[in-house]
């Protein structure tokens, strides 16, 4: 089954995608880990990227279309593919079609997260991520057990994103209502359209994921 996750910035795409992995072996393609690695691994397109990121504008459709392109080169995906933060332009959506259909794959269903705006800005602010495992944390709603170290796997570094402060997340917003919510009718008028109550806890978010995809 392959899948798109879809929703604003901070509505736990990311989260439930790390969830789908572990319960059903799906693999995960995520446009912003993709471009945050090739920052950090200092290559010509991330330096181009970096700003336009930090700025929480879109990069280029080219760009992510390629990447998107290339992890569907090999035989990956056996057990489904989450697409987590792509498309977010309508043209990223033509080309994930096109792309799918050239090689033999379908979309079977796209799950709408929905969150409202004041919970996002407040998840997004405050959030920071194991830089060992990846395991994500929040200043009020989900500290670590102990100070400093990850419950998960005990590391002791711990990242936050560039672009989880105030103005690059209003950026973020705007741009997600202006370029990626179209794509909730053009998913809808495709019949892949599944939408769900985001706000919660992770486990009660899943399961409604799981419910959606069941449907
Ligand atoms: P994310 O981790 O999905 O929130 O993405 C972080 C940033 O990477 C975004 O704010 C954009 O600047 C860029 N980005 C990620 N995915 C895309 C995409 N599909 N199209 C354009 N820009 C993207």
Known sequence: ?????????????????????????MVQLSTGDMLRAARSSGTEMGKRVADIMDRGELVTDEIVIGLIEEQL???AGAHGIIFDGFPRTLAQADALGELL?????????VVEMRVDDT??????IGRFTCGNCGEVYHDET???AKDDICDKCGN????????????SMRTRLMTYYRETSPLIGYY????????IDGLGEIEAVASRVEGALAE
């Open 1 to 25: 089954m392959n899948i798109i996750l879809l929703g604003p910035p901070g509505a736990g795409k990311g989260t439930q995608a790390h969830r789908l992995v572990e319960a059903r072996g």
């Open 73 to 75: 080169d090999g035989d």
């Open 101 to 109: 259909s050239a090689k033999g794959k379908t979309l079977d269903a």
């Open 119 to 124: 919970a996002l800005v407040k998840r997004v």
């Open 142 to 144: 989900k500290p670590t």
């Open 156 to 167: 002791s570094e711990f990242k936050r994103r560039a672009d989880d402060n105030e103005e």
């Open 188 to 195: 809808y008028a495709h019949k892949r359209l599944r939408s």
